[in-house]
């Protein structure tokens, strides 16, 4: 059971473990035969319309588009295609449920029950869900099945934790008043999620969303549409009441563009680019000025200093940036070494990404599957030519892996400097840059120079150099001997321009509350 409990509340105190017994020498990424003939997957396609007002329900247009597989490019299924029309419909059915329906008005712990009824749920259909989503996506079967949908539902666990415990204050004023405090629902809420990690981006949003008492109209990434579906019917079988949550598939210019833009929509919280970040702010100033929660791209830093254990160290590095194929938005991308240790880092590094396993995401032991599209296989690749052409040292990889779908060699770097476009540029992919430093204030001042600030790294056995670099790296989150450790209860988001505000923890609950003062005159001041 503790083994259980670590893993569903944290996704990866346990991978840390998983990856280290995976790397001693299994497999190498040279086996690309492994990729030839994918695994059929174990799930049927089941959802692929629009959940508006309970029902699924075909696109106004009546278009659809494909979700492609990316261990192939192969067509899955088609999807329904959401466009503003759809959007109009959501935000009418999250509108009509917010403003007349039972939710806001059900009692906290009956909308706790319905969170902890979805969490059982999902726990019970969690085989198809990670099907779904690696399908989908591309990433490790074992990472889906065995941390990214447990975690899922630790998470509504929690937030269904926090629907009854929700609660105003009471004031003290300056005069014969009685001042209440009032925490209510903002209205309807517009969610635009990226491919990267569908899920768990979505319950980082409908979480707190729905916990607090509003209704939602959630956009998924247009990769990645099948496991919110999946998992939304779900939510009705727990007992959602109809229109509280709805579900659009779509592309971003469109059904994405006109969720940001609606007037009749509250609040506004957005994961991905920072360019698409900039884009939704100026739609929802321009529209009805709501709030905007963003969470952004990053150039994290990673900073390994010379008294660092550098096995320990090269792994940690290793999962920081090639986790999830390095599409994280907090992947630590800049591999910060002391010169002291940086030729036996190196040397280990490389040695470490050689026996990455590459394959198929459904076969037991890889640990890194395709990218996510087209797309993204062109920018990386893109990026691993401009780092050979800066003179930066191709160590390993840099290579397609495979000739089918969007598999990419892991790839290592060394001889990084600041400038250069894959140390500056959020790369998205399985591409590790090495950059050597020689003093702690040098180093501080050079992670900082980005205009980053999601998370940051530090490996080091000295609490002082570990207190020194906490306070002055300028990142959301700092991990000190260890890195990517989720929990409902941290909070994440970043400085700078990797966004603004902060999901999951209290923080989270904050962005879907309004604060309403209530003042009621004191009949007898003399009991103020
Ligand atoms: P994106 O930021 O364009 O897409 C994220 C979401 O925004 C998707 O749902 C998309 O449909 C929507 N969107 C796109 N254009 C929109 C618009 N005009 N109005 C409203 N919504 C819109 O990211 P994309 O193109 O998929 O990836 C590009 C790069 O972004 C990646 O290479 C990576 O560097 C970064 N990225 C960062 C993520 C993060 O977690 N911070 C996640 C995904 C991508
Ligand atoms: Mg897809």
């Known amino acids: 059971m503790a083994g259980r409990r670590i893993f569903s509340s944290s996704l990866l105190i346990l991978l840390e473990g998983r990856y280290a017994r995976w790397g001693r020498g299994i497999c190498r990424f040279g086996t690309a ?4 003939e994918p695994i059929t997957p174990p799930v049927q396609v089941n959802y692929t319309k629009l959940l508006i007002d309970g029902q699924f329900v075909d696109s106004a247009s009546g278009k659809t588009f494909p979700t492609l597989d990316p261990r192939t490019g192969d067509v899955i299924t088609h999807v ?3 466009d503003a029309e ?12 917010f403003d007349e329906g039972p939710w806001p008005k ?5 909308r706790s029950q319905i969170l902890y009824r979805f969490a059982d749920l999902v726990e019970k259909h969690k085989d198809e869900i990670a099907a779904l989503e690696t399908w989908d996506s591309g990433k ?12 899922m539902t630790r998470l509504f666990q929690y937030y269904a934790g926090w629907a009854d415990k929700i609660h105003g204050l009471t004031v003290p004023a300056d005069g014969p008043y009685h001042v209440q405090v009032l925490h209510e629902p903002i209205g309807v809420a517009g ?3 990226p491919w990267n990690f569908p899920l768990i981006m979505y319950t980082w949003k409908v ?15 247009e990769q990645t549409p099948l496991s919110a579906l999946y998992v939304s019917k779900l939510f009705h079988e727990a007992g959602l009441p109809e229109g509280v949550l709805n579900v659009i598939s779509g592309y971003g210019p469109t059904a994405g563009a006109a969720l940001a833009s609606h007037m009749d929509v509250d609040k506004l919280a957005f994961t991905g680019s920072t360019d698409t970040g900039k884009i939704v702010l100026e739609l929802a100033a321009r529209s009805n000025l709501k709030p905007v929660t963003l969470e952004l791209g990053g150039k994290s830093p990673f900073i390994i200093c010379e008294d660092a254990d550098i096995d320990h160290a090269v792994e940690l590095a290793h999962f920081a940036l090639f986790f999830n194929q390095g599409q994280c938005c907090c992947a630590g991308s800049r591999t910060f070494v002391h010169e002291r240790v940086y030729d036996e880092f190196v040397e280990k590094a490389k040695a470490r990404a050689l026996k990455r396993v590459v394959g198929d995401p459904f076969r037991s032991g890889v640990e890194q599957g395709p990218q996510i599209d087209t797309e993204q296989f062109e920018k990386i690749m893109k990026y691993i030519k401009s780092g050979v052409e800066s003179g930066a040292t191709l160590e390993v990889g840099g290579e397609r892996f495979g000739s089918k ?19 500056t540029d959020e790369i998205f992919g399985p591409v590790q840059s090495i950059l050597k430093f020689k003093e702690l204030d040098e180093v501080i001042q050079r992670a900082n120079s980005t205009r980053y600030g999601l998370a940051a790294g530090v490996f080091t056995k000295s609490i002082d150099t570990a207190n020194t670099l906490t306070r002055a790296l300028r990142a959301g989150t700092v991990w000190i001997n260890c890195y990517d450790v989720f929990d409902a209860a941290i909070p994440f988001g970043g400085f700078k321009m990797s966004g603004h505000g902060r999901e999951k923890g209290i923080y989270s609950l904050q962005n879907y509350l309004q604060v309403k003062a209530v003042v009621t005159p004191l009949k007898n001041p003399a009991w103020l």
Do not use: C, H
């Not at 035969?33 to 030839?36: F, R, T, Y």
């Not at 490790?140 to 975690?151: C, I, K, S």
């Not at 779908?405 to 140390?423: C, R």
């Open 33 to 36: 035969a492994a990729i030839e």
């Open 405 to 423: 779908g969007y598999y990419i060699q892991p790839t290592v770097f060394s001889d990084v400097k600041d400038g250069m476009p894959i140390a």
């Open 207 to 221: 979480g707190p969303a729905l916990a607090t008492g509003n209704t939602v109209v959630i956009k998924t990434a």
């Open 80 to 82: 329904a295609e959401g």
């Open 140 to 151: 490790p079967y074992q990472q889906a099945a065995a941390a990214e949908v447990p975690m």
């Open 191 to 193: 969610q635009i999620i």
């Open 86 to 97: 759809d959007i109009n419909r959501a935000v009418s059915a999250a509108r009509k449920a």
């Open 106 to 110: 059900m009692t906290p712990y009956e």
